[in-house]
Structure formats: C-alpha cells, structure tokens
C-alpha cells in the first residue's frame, strides 16, 4: 500500500509540474529553426541565433533578415508602427506573432531525416548497447544517442526531444525487471525522481542564462566543463572504490559518510526497506535534485544520481542503480510531454531505438544478478572516466568558438571526430565489461547446477 | 530424461509479441509521412506518441522478455 501511495504520489507531483516545466532535458532554445504558418503554410519564416554573440536575426521568406530584440519569453521584431512581437506558448508549442496587422499562429516546420537501412541499423545498434548500460548501471546509454542521431543528420532539438521520448519507456521496462529481482527501493526512487524534476527546471534556467550570456559556444563549453569536472572526480572516486573492494574479497562496504548521515535524526525519516537504509528525507533530496540538475546540463543525471545514492544514503550498488531507474523514467516523461507539445518527437526514430534498447535494458538487468556489486561501480566508473576524456577532446573547438583560443579548423575537425569515437568506445567498452561478467557468471552457474544435479542423482 | 524446463520456455508467447510488435513498428514505418505530420501537431496531440512508445514497449518490451527466457538468458535463481 505504501508502494502505491509512494509511486502515486510521484506520478502527481510530475503532472503538477508540467505547467511550470519548460524543454526538461537540457540543449537548444525552441524559439529557433523554422516556422510555418497554421492558416497560411507559405506564410513562414525562420529564427536564428549567433553562436557568439547570442543576437537572435528573423529571416522571412523571401531572405529579409531582421534583428530581434529578446525581452524574457518575447522576441521583438522592427518598431512603432512595423512592431512585430513573437511568444512562444510554451504549453501548446505555438508561437504567435502580433503586429498591428493582427494575430497569426505558426507551428514549428522541422523536417525529420529520410530513412535508409543504415540509419536504421544504427540506431538499433545504439540502442541495443545503451540500453545493456542503463539495465546494468542504471543510466548512461543516453549520452551517446543524441550526438550518434546528429551525427546522422537529425536535427539537434529533435534529437534531444526523440532521445528523451526512448528514455522513459526504457527506464520503465528495465525498472520493472529490476523490480521483479527484488532490487528497487520504489520509495527511494519515488522521493529521488520528484526532487529530480525540480533539479532540472533549475538546471534548465541556468543553461538559459549563460546561453544569454555567451550564446552557443559558450553552453557548450558549460556543458563539456559539467561533464568533464563531474565525471572525473565522481568517476574516478567510484572507480577507485570499486577496485579498492576487488582487491579485498569483492565484498561492499557501507560508505562512512552514508554511515554518519544514517544516525542524524532529523525527520522526516524515512524506511527504505528495499534498500535496508533508514536516514532523514532531508538528505536524500539534494541527492535527486543534483541527479536532475545533471539531467538538465549533461543529459544523463545517473551519474550522480547512483553514486549519491550509494556513497550519501548506504544503498548498495544493485539497489542504487536499479532505483535511479524509477527515477529516470519520471523525468523522462515529464520532460518527453514538454518536447511532445512542440511537435519535436520522431516517433519513428524512438521506436527504432527502442527496439533494440528494450532488448538491451533486459539483458543488461538480468546480468546484475550473476556480478557481484562492485562490478557495477567498476563500469559505471570507466564509463564515465572515458567520457570525461571525451569531453575534453571538445572543449578546445569551443574555447576557440568563443576565440579563447587559437585552433586551427583542420585540428578542430580531428578533435571532434576524436571526441566522438571516445566516447563511442566508452559504450562499447563498458558493454563488453558487462557482457564478460555476465557470461563469467552464468558459466559459474551452470557448473554449480551440473554439479548440483550430479549430486542429488548419486543420493 | 527431457529437462522440465524445455517445456517452459515461452516460445509461443515470443513468437506472438514478436508478430505484433514488428507488424505495429512496419505500420508506422510505412505511413511515416501521414503518422509524423499527425503526431508533431503539439498540443493534445502530443498524447498520440506517448501513448505509441508505451503500447510498443509493453508488446515489445513482452517480446524481448520471452525471446531472452526463450534462449535461455533468464535472472539468476536465488538460491
């Protein structure tokens, strides 16, 4: 009954933010790209923004650019008489433009990319590996999809919007596998996605002013510092940890810290039977909040949405990273609505993806069972430890965008091509880390049953 | 003596999710243009590929489950 009330409660707190939430996963202004009219499909035009200075330019039809002058959610096109003001509905996903000739509604004009084999295969593939991650580490399959569906051309916010639409579905099938293993703490989960969805409306107002501030290149760099600074520090401290308990009989320890917080009585308190832990809620919120916060910048709060909940609350690695899926499904469905009402999800694209990633989330929750805990913390950090050397090889081309640095375009060119092999190759690695624990495991095992059964034949 | 698990392995039930979830992805993929323009209007539209990904999660997410228990990739029993 508590379990019911706990996910119900969620499940509330979420539509309640729906309202108030704005593009919920981080990367790209809705405002830009291009727009048809409702009424009039001809009557269209196009926004624009200067990657370093941040100005936004209105494009007509016929080619005429304007500058727009930007007052918080309004764009402001010419003056007096020729005044043309543009809001965005951030609800409905229109945008509606005033002028003294009256009021006109546009749509968003995306255009999805065309379909062949190889694209296809593609993202299965991505999907397929990703989704071996998030089942095993409870995140992490994400971050590469929105640059690997760029890559083949799709547009940026369309794939942020479609990555975030496979993402809840995925964090829901894996959730409830992960369930059935008697690994979810659901109130731990529950109480981690509500403060999580508020993470990210605040991560998203900050990734709106410093793209005010220093337009396109500078959220990138923002994006790759988070990326970089997170993950080598929480990386490498899992990491090391995950060695440190090899080394001495693979057995998981209570961390000191989680340890203290536990005997600080500050209600409410909350039991996690699941999770065996019983500390006040006031400390697992900032945990989800950080998670949502990381969501909203990086595109993937897992990675400090497990480790927090293994090193700050004392759940295991297994239940940490089972429960981080409860709370990766409720941000990804808030935020999947927000981007559904700009009319920003390829539907085909996520359902491609996640005909591989619904195999992969399976496989990879059912190879939890046959690793010992550690191992999950061993290839969440090398993951993100690969991952922060990818993010590094970017920030050059940034740091030269914003004209920090001097960066030739063939350099620049190698750098980001080297940036996203790495991080292809974090995936791949961390997938056949998994892989061979599993098949290791499931080998044990079929010893142990062969052996079992030889036994009881010869009594 | 044949193992009792071979006789629970959900081949049927692979085989019918199976059918039902390529035949819902072929009948998306083959009226991509009629689908996309319906889906990205906004507003309540936007409940149309909510709903599709969680339809095709349960069946296909159902599909991946007994393909798996079908090839013998099942949790390890706790013992």
């Known amino acids: 009954m508590k379990k019911i009330m706990a996910v119900a409660a969620l499940l509330l707190f979420m539509v309640s933010m729906l309202p108030v939430s704005a593009f919920a996963g981080g990367g790209g202004n809705p405002m830009l790209g291009n727009w048809a009219g409702v009424e009039n499909k001809t009557d269209s035009f196009s926004i624009h923004k200067d990657k370093l200075t941040g100005k936004f330019t209105y494009v007509d039809a016929a080619g005429e650019q304007e500058a727009i002058k930007r007052d918080a959610e309004t764009l402001v096109i010419g003056s007096g008489a020729e005044e043309k003001?543009?809001?965005?509905?951030?609800?409905?996903?229109?945008?509606?433009?005033?002028?003294?000739?009256?009021?006109?509604?546009?749509?968003?004009?995306?255009?999805?990319?065309?379909?062949?084999?190889?694209?296809?295969?593609?993202?299965?593939?991505?999907?397929?590996?990703?989704?071996?991650?998030?089942?095993?580490?409870?995140?992490?399959?994400?971050?590469?999809?929105?640059?690997?569906?760029?890559?083949?051309?799709?547009?940026?916010?369309?794939?942020?919007?479609?990555?975030?639409?496979?993402?809840?579905?995925?964090?829901?099938?894996?959730?409830?596998?992960?369930?059935?293993?008697?690994?979810?703490?659901?109130?731990?989960?529950?109480?981690?996605?509500?403060?999580a969805v508020v993470g990210v409306l605040v991560g998203i107002k900050i990734q709106q002013y410093i793209n005010e501030l220093w337009g396109d290149a500078g959220s990138n760099l923002y994006v790759s510092v988070a990326f970089v600074v997170v993950l080598v520090i929480v990386g490498g401290f899992v990491f090391r940890d995950a060695i440190k308990i090899a080394r001495t009989g693979g057995v998981e320890t209570t961390s000191k810290l989680a340890l203290a917080l536990q005997k600080i009585n500050l209600p409410p308190m909350m039991d996690l039977t699941t999770a065996n832990v019983r500390i006040s809620m006031w400390f697992t919120v900032p945990v989800g909040f950080a998670t949502g916060l990381l969501a909203a910048t990086i595109a993937v709060g897992g990675f400090i949405g497990v480790p927090g909940m293994i090193f700050v609350v004392g759940a295991s690695?297994?239940?940490?990273s089972a429960s981080e899926l409860v709370t990766a499904f409720s941000m990804g469905l808030v935020g999947s609505v927000q981007?559904?009402?700009?009319?920003?999800?390829?539907?085909?694209?996520?359902?491609?993806?996640?005909?591989?990633?619904?195999?992969?989330?399976?496989?990879?929750?059912?190879?939890?069972?046959?690793?010992?805990?550690?191992?999950?913390?061993?290839?969440?950090?090398?993951?993100?430890?690969?991952?922060?050397?990818?993010?590094?090889?970017?920030?050059?081309?940034?740091?030269?965008?914003?004209?920090?640095?001097?960066?030739?375009?063939?350099?620049?060119?190698?750098?980001?091509?080297?940036?996203?092999?790495?991080?292809?190759?974090?995936?791949?690695?961390?997938?056949?880390?998994?892989?061979?624990?599993?098949?290791?495991?499931?080998?044990?095992?079929?010893?142990?049953?062969?052996?079992?059964?030889?036994?009881?034949?010869?009594? | 003596m044949a193992s009792s698990s071979d006789d629970k392995k959900p081949y049927m039930k692979a085989v019918v999710y199976g059918v039902i979830s390529i035949a819902s992805l072929a009948a998306v993929l083959t009226n991509q243009e009629a689908i996309t323009a319906l889906f990205t209007r906004g507003k309540w539209y936007t409940l149309l590929p909510i709903a599709t990904v969680f339809f095709f999660s349960f069946v296909h997410g159902s599909f991946a489950n007994y393909a798996l228990s079908a090839m013998g990739m099942e949790a390890k029993k706790k013992r």
């Open chain 1, 85 to 195: 003001v543009l809001s965005l509905d951030t609800m409905s996903g229109s945008l509606t433009v005033t002028s003294s000739a009256g009021t006109s509604e546009f749509r968003k004009a995306v255009k999805f990319i065309t379909l062949n084999a190889k694209n296809m295969l593609f993202l299965f593939a991505v999907g397929l590996i990703g989704g071996l991650v998030s089942g095993f580490i409870g995140s992490g399959g994400a971050f590469v999809l929105t640059p690997g569906m760029m890559s083949l051309g799709v547009d940026g916010l369309t794939a942020v919007a479609s990555n975030m639409c496979h993402k809840f579905p995925k964090a829901l099938v894996g959730a409830y596998k992960r369930y059935k293993y008697g690994q979810v703490d659901i109130k731990l989960g529950a109480v981690m996605g509500a403060s």
């Open chain 1, 339 to 459: 981007w559904g009402m700009l009319g920003l999800i390829d539907i085909r694209l996520v359902l491609i993806i996640l005909a591989g990633s619904l195999f992969g989330v399976q496989v990879g929750a059912l190879g939890t069972t046959y690793v010992k805990d550690h191992m999950i913390k061993f290839v969440m950090g090398t993951i993100m430890l690969m991952v922060a050397v990818s993010r590094g090889l970017a920030m050059p081309t940034y740091l030269g965008e914003l004209g920090w640095m001097n960066i030739e375009a063939g350099t620049a060119k190698m750098l980001d091509i080297s940036s996203f092999a790495v991080m292809c190759l974090a995936l791949l690695v961390g997938a056949g880390i998994i892989v061979g624990g599993m098949v290791k495991g499931m080998k044990e095992e079929k010893a142990l049953n062969r052996a079992g059964s030889a036994l009881r034949a010869k009594v």
């Open chain 1, 317 to 320: 690695s297994m239940v940490a």
